[in-house]
Structures are given as structure tokens and as C-alpha cells.
């Protein structure tokens, strides 16, 4: 099994800014990517963004130039500061880690979500 603990979500002026943090813990062995989704009321989960092991990084159109994503392999934990953020961000945002066990299985695991709430 893989924990996840996410922090750092709140409420925040629009024009704001919020650090997520999402750290990994148990049976992890090897990490490939890491991300961060979102899921608004009545909307489906969506990408925010994501990092590989090797720092490459994917943002949704939407969040470029605003979020970055960065991650510290060392203590198992990905970042998300996410700068001028506007009423459409608000959602619950969801720590997803896609990984491979000893055995060469893979595994995908979410945290328990954090909320974010931008007013206007």
C-alpha cells in the first residue's frame, strides 16, 4: 500500500496564491510520475499537472504560466504553488502517484483530495 497526505488547501482572494503539498509514504519502491487533478462540482476529474521522476512536467492549458508543479524525489513529496488564481480554480484537488513495485507491478493511488476555494 502507498499513503498519500495532501495539505495546503484553503480559502483564498482571487488574484491569491496556495501551496499544495502531497507526500507518499509505505510500500512505494519506485515512483514514476506524479500529479495533481482536480474535480469541481458537477465537473469530471481533470489534469492540473504532473511530473515524472526525471522532472518533465504537463500542465493543463488553463493553469500554464499560473501553477507550477515540482517535486522533491528525496522526500517522496510534490509540490503544487499555484499563483493568481482565479474563482474558476475552485475544486478539490486530488494527489495521484503512478509507481511500480518490487515485483515490477504497477500501482496508482490517490490522496484524499483538498479543498480550494477562490473567491472573487
Known amino acids: 500500500q ?3 497526505v495532501e495539505s495546503g488547501g484553503g480559502l ?7 501551496r499544495l503539498s502531497c ?8 515512483i514514476n510520475a506524479m ?6 462540482p458537477g465537473k ?11 522532472g518533465s512536467t504537463n ?9 507550477t508543479i515540482s517535486r522533491d524525489n528525496a522526500k517522496n513529496t510534490v509540490y503544487l504553488q499555484m499563483n493568481s488564481l482565479k ?9 495521484n502517484v ?14 484524499q483530495g483538498t479543498q480550494v476555494t477562490v473567491s472573487s
Open 23 to 30: 507526500a507518499a509514504s509505505g510500500s512505494i519502491f519506485s
Open 44 to 54: 469530471q476529474r481533470e489534469l492540473v499537472a504532473a511530473i515524472t521522476s526525471g
Open 87 to 95: 474563482p474558476e480554480d475552485t475544486a478539490v484537488y486530488y494527489c
Open 35 to 40: 500529479g495533481w487533478y482536480r474535480q469541481a
Open 12 to 18: 483564498v482572494q482571487a488574484g491569491g496564491s496556495l
Open 98 to 111: 503512478l509507481g511500480t513495485r518490487w515485483n515490477s507491478d504497477p500501482y496508482d493511488y490517490w490522496g
Open 2 to 4: 502507498v499513503q498519500l
Open 59 to 67: 500542465y493543463a492549458d488553463s493553469v500554464k504560466g499560473r501553477f
